[in-house]
C-alpha cells in the first residue's frame, strides 16, 4: 500500500491542460515525468501536424513505451556483458593469486 501520509499534491500542465496531483514521490521527479510526456506530446503535433489532442497523447504514449522496452534491453545487456566480465576477470585474479602461491 502506498505511502499517503507523504505524499504531496501539485498541479502540472500537460497538453496545455492542467491536472492535480498527489503522488508519494518528490515533487521534482513529478514536474519532470509530467515535463517529458508534454514535451513528446508536443513533438508528436509537430511532426503530425494538426492532430487530435487524444490521439497525440496516445502516440506519445506509446513513443515513450518503446523507449521504455529499448532501455530495458539495453540493461539486460549491460547487465549481461557486466556478469561476464565481472567473472573473466575474477578468474584473472585467482588465477594470479594462485600462481603468487605456487599452485
Wanted: include cysteine.
Amino acid at each position: 500500500m502506498a505511502d499517503t501520509e507523504n505524499a504531496v499534491s501539485l498541479t502540472v500542465e500537460i497538453g496545455g491542460e492542467k491536472y492535480a496531483i498527489r503522488s508519494t514521490a518528490d515533487r521534482e521527479e513529478v514536474e519532470r515525468c509530467a515535463s517529458f510526456l508534454d514535451e513528446s506530446i508536443g513533438e508528436v503535433h509537430r511532426r503530425a501536424g494538426l492532430m487530435d489532442a487524444y490521439k497525440a497523447t496516445i502516440l506519445a504514449a506509446l513513443s515513450i513505451t518503446a523507449r521504455y522496452f529499448e532501455a530495458q534491453a539495453d540493461l539486460a545487456d549491460l547487465r549481461a556483458r557486466t556478469a561476464l566480465r565481472s567473472g573473466s576477470l575474477a578468474e584473472e585474479v585467482e588465477a594470479e593469486l594462485a600462481e603468487d602461491a605456487g599452485y
